[in-house]
């Protein structure tokens, strides 16, 4: 039994956690919503903090964590923590990569029925009272090229589900291995610009890097086709949002669906335009959010901790 170990959990997470974590004998203080100056009054007391995205865990809350053992956070995303600082004192940093995988490909495949298939037009016109049977004429995704930007968990997942809508699929990564692409019955692009230019529908799942910011541009969005779709649930930052603008503006594009944002909640006046614009479906980057990954999340959390600390 693990005695003596303080665990402060400072954003609401699924109960699996507190709850597994009290029954392995930890110490759980379930502190939702803590703001910033308290967490830095009481940082000094735990071993273990465990986050979600709203706490930003800092150079400064760190070091004053003089207790600190590990910062765990339930999702994907580690931007929000410093973790340079946090390994140099030697408190270990994980999270739960796989947690969201079916969440976000699930919204996916979704925001891309939705966008071809024009639901949320109909949906809307029913809602003011109206029959406009005439005006709902979509196109169908049997048949359509998806061009899969990123190849790793959450591209995968679409592939698979994609192939079952009868898509042919096409694939850009760094690294993409042939094993993967037979198994999902995908081709590999012969480059980014070769998908582009090849691709019914674009879908965006690589990781923020250096090298995949504003990996969508002028220059690239010129290379898709005319009438093509872009998808981005994986990080704002990938797509140049005025470029975009200007591309969905121009006609080259004949819609694009967007769960995450350059700035969130999205602020400047080209970002609001974008989203304004009837072909264009936007959701306030909900991809992780179904109750299966929360709870998902949640247990990997607690089983992580309790077999990072449970005795030899
Ligand atoms: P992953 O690490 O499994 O896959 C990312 C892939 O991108 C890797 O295969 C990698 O090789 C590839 N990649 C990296 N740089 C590249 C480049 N320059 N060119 C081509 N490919 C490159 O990650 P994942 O779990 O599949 O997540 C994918 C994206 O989804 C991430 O950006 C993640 O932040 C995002 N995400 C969004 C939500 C949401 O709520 N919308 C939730 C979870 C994850």
Redesign the pocket.
Known sequence: MVIFMKVLIADEVDQECPSRLRAAGFDVNEWYGISPDDLKKVIADYDILVVRSRTKVTKEIIELGKRLKMIARV???LDTIDVKTAESMGIKVINT??M??V??SE?TISLMLNLLRGTYHAIDSMKKGLWEKKHFYGNELYGKTLGI?????????VAERARAFGMKILV?????ENGALIRLGAARAPS?EGLLSESDIVT??????S??KH?INARTLSFMRKGSYLIN???GE?VNTKDLLDALKSGRLAGAAL??YENEPPKEPWERELISLPNVIATP?????TREAQVSGAIAVAENIINAFKPL
């Open positions: 999702g994907v995303g990569p796989q969201s995988t969440a976000v919204l930007v990123g190849f790793g968990r959450i591209g995968k997942a850009h990564d760094l690294f993409v980014l965006l799942h690589v990781t923020l890097t090298e995949t990996l649930t994986s990080r990938v769960d995450v980057h909900i991809g992780a959010q």
